[in-house]
């Protein structure tokens, strides 16, 4: 039973890092239509910031988490700017090549810079974080990414849903052309939705090099386990996507657990392809409301 | 110019993907608080003007070949409309464009896009007050509401953007006669009550005349007639094509070759 909780626990707080991956990922998506591949690289990117301001400026903490924030957001809004832009009115595919590039061009980058080895952020979690309760016993990290996670999906949940800029968001990518004429801003609203899903990504790379270590290929992979989820929750739900982390955190943990650890990189992709076959818009992909 | 003008069209023509000219040397005076509609076929043009007006002819790769638009002094013609829009040009889009996915209040919410940041309770106010049937559906999701629900909604959003000049495209589309009526008298009241000048573009030309102050008619892309709405309702031409009541007072027949002759002269 102590082994049962673990595994739960482990897992949610697994589901919780996936969501906040696949935030980013479908926040892009619902305002433009663009399946970003460069998400891996963005949360990469993100990792690696932190990692060089924490451990090699040494600089505090929350300074260093600040900054990663902040550099990453800016970062989104160049992305957006010098590569996107051109692109608009451009055919889908064309974006969704030019994304595959940036990954690509991300993760060189990277390796150039840091080398295939494995690096890992200095232990700054407060002890109490550590969580006992009769024989469980649930490391520090996995609780950091649980309140992390939770912080950081709440407010986007508020931002979307109560903040003006938020549900300008939402108008354009419900219905462009009269989000256009009411004077929404639709290039700030895509740059915006850029900068904002790089600093999500980053931020789940930082969890994410908690939980693990960071390392370029990992990192960077991981940006492919975010599909499975998006696919589970529906590519075009902010709610879809917490709940599709969620479930594939814990299939993973479970599998992992109690089948067998070799299983366990397999198996999300086994579920997507389920998905795919019984409900392809997933578990809560925009029904088109028609009226008749 | 004179002092009580909002918007001069001088001129203009406009062209679709460098080749497709839809306005030829189109020119309008628009005065300040009136009621300004606009008449004509389908594809003579009207909702082109309304677009070139309010610079949402970008999108679709038109483009203001010659003219200008003056709007209070500034030249607006090919304007983004992010920068039309903050002068306080709003056009109400042609079939009802709500927010599909967001409530109704937060469909009134995104009219406030060119005045971000400033306080819009008041406005929300005014809107249910000319629009009461919105007040029962605030927080239900703007895809369910009936077709009357949806124009009121549109055209409230619009007002939540404060316009000075609001651009109407055929409020009327698809609705109920009853309702029809309904939406007319309120946009009525707004120009009345709130002075907003509006620019309306109409099918049902028996009621656009009714509550315009100035009628311009289009077709093929020209203006072929203007005037006060009260004369353009007596105008016989008018009369016969556009409010479907021959000279001498009944429903008249497409039989009528003569009329399909007469019409020909205009173009």
């Known amino acids: 039973m102590e082994f049962f909780f673990q595994i739960v626990i482990t897992g949610l707080s697994l589901g919780f890092l996936y969501a906040l991956a696949a935030l980013g990922f479908v926040m892009i998506f619902k305002s433009s239509s663009v399946l970003n591949f460069a998400h891996g690289g963005l949360m990469a990117i993100g990792a690696f910031l932190f990692l060089v301001l924490s451990a090699w400026a040494r600089l505090p903490i929350w300074l260093a988490f600040l900054l990663t924030l902040i550099g990453s957001f800016s970062l989104g809004f160049i992305i957006e700017r010098f590569f996107l832009r051109p692109l608009i009115g451009e055919a889908l595919i064309e974006v969704i090549m030019l994304t595959l590039g940036l990954f690509y061009m991300i993760k060189g980058l990277l390796l150039f810079i840091f080398g295939g080895d494995l690096y890992s952020y200095p232990d700054f979690l407060p002890p109490v974080l550590t969580f006992h309760w ?8 996995y609780v950091a990414t649980f309140i992390i996670g939770l912080i950081f999906l709440g407010l986007f949940g508020f931002f979307f849903k109560y903040s003006s800029q938020g549900i300008y968001m939402r108008s354009v990518a419900d219905n462009q052309p009269a989000a256009m004429a009411l004077g929404v801003h639709v290039r700030r609203v895509f740059a915006l939705s850029w900068a904002i899903a790089a600093l999500v990504a980053a931020m789940s790379g930082i969890v994410l090099g908690i939980i693990n270590g960071i390392n370029v290929h990992e990192v960077s992979d991981i940006g492919l386990k975010v599909f499975p989820v998006v696919i589970l929750g529906g590519l075009d739900s902010i709610g879809g996507a917490v709940l599709g982390g969620i479930i594939i955190g814990l299939l993973e943990t479970f599998t992992g657990g109690y089948i067998s650890t070799g299983l366990r990189e397999v198996i999300p992709y086994i579920a997507l392809i389920i998905i795919l076959l019984i409900k392809p818009y997933g578990l809560f992909g925009l029904v ?3 009226r008749v | ?27 309008m005076d628009v005065r300040k608080s009136q009621i300004v509609s606009l008449l004509g076929s ?7 003007t309304l677009k070139a007006i309010s610079g ?20 607006v013609q090919n304007s983004a409309p992010e920068t039309i829009t ?3 040009i709003i056009q109400v889009m042609e079939g009802r464009q709500a927010f599909k996915y967001l409530t109704v209040e937060e469909n009134l919410r995104v009219g406030t896009a060119t005045r971000w940041g400033k306080p819009y309770k008041k406005d929300l106010e005014m809107v249910y007050h000319y629009f009461a049937p919105l007040v029962a559906r605030k927080s239900s999701l703007a895809g369910y509401c009936s077709g009357g629900e949806l124009q009121m909604l549109v055209i409230g959003r619009a007002l939540m953007a404060q316009p000075r000049l609001l651009l109407l495209d055929e409020p009327s589309l698809g609705l109920a006669p009853l309702l029809v009526k309904e939406i007319f008298e309120i946009i009525k009241r707004i120009n009345e009550e709130q002075g907003t000048t509006l620019m309306l573009v109409e099918q049902n030309a028996n009621m656009a005349l009714q509550i315009a102050h100035f009628g311009y008619v289009m077709e093929n892309g020209k203006i072929v007639l203007e005037g006060d709405a009260k004369d353009l309702r007596e105008n016989p031409d008018v009369k016969e094509f556009y409010l479907g009541v021959a000279a001498s007072g009944t429903i008249k027949s497409y039989k009528d070759v003569k009329a399909y002759k007469r019409r020909k002269r205009w173009l």
């Open chain 1, 134 to 141: 009769g024989g469980i016993e649930v490391t520090g990290v």
């Open chain 1, 288 to 290: 088109e409301i028609e």
């Open chain 2, 1 to 27: 110019m004179e002092n009580n003008l909002l918007l001069q069209i001088n001129n203009i023509s406009v062209v679709y993907s460098d080749v497709i000219q839809i306005l030829k040397a189109v020119s």
């Open chain 2, 42 to 48: 389908n594809g003579a043009g009207k909702t082109t």
């Open chain 2, 56 to 75: 949402l002819l970008k999108p679709e790769n038109g483009k203001v070949t010659e003219g200008t638009i003056d709007y209070g002094g500034h030249n």
């Open chain 2, 86 to 88: 903050r002068l306080g």
